[in-house]
């Protein structure tokens, strides 16, 4: 879904476009510009502070500067305003997962792609990474697709789509909107 890998079969559509008919360069900037990634093991660079890692996307490209008074504001709205200039390592689970969220949603993306956002948080932690997804949605109105094992943070408004040993499997709440 990512435009990482091309489906073996079936089609995956983003903003109307299939995946498997644009070029590699175009499916790049799509994931560079379109997708955001939170990662279940946040994938931060140990020798870079908060910000910093908020900014890495943007820096093989020369933009850094150019978004890091807005990195700065979104670490302050998911609570880290006063962690900008620390390492992951002085970062709490819950914390460094904040952080890669600021670092998906920097680009102000249609899709964000979450995969087990709280696998490796405590209870309390990772209801507060669903309500900041679940706000973020709202404030930008980005889709947000996440994989959970975790049914605690599913609520009724959820679309929740069920797979079963790699297959579709089940399916409630609003249909899914296609573009």
């Not at 109307?16 to 994931?31: T, V």
């Not at 943007?58 to 150019?66: D, I």
């Amino acid at each position: 879904m990512g435009a990482l890998d091309l489906p073996t079969s079936g089609e995956i559509y983003l903003q109307g476009r299939a995946m498997s008919q644009l070029p590699q360069s175009e499916r790049d900037r799509l994931r560079r510009e379109e997708i955001g990634f939170i990662f279940q093991s946040f994938n931060l660079l140990k020798n870079l502070t908060a910000l910093d890692n908020v900014l890495i996307p943007f820096m093989p490209v020369g933009q850094a500067g150019k978004f890091r008074d807005e990195a700065k504001a979104l670490l302050q709205r998911v609570g880290l305003g006063d962690r900008l200039d620390h390492k992951p390592s002085q970062l709490s689970g819950g914390e460094q997962q904040r952080v890669a969220i600021a670092r998906a949603v920097l680009k102000n993306p249609s899709l964000i792609l979450a995969d087990e956002p709280t696998g490796e948080l405590d209870t309390k932690s990772g209801q507060q990474i669903f309500e900041l997804l679940r706000d973020l949605q709202q404030e930008r109105g980005a889709t947000i697709i996440t994989v959970t094992h975790d049914h605690r943070y599913i609520r009724d408004e959820d679309t929740v789509m069920e797979i079963l040993d790699g297959k579709f499997a089940s399916q409630r709440g609003r249909e899914p909107q296609t573009t």
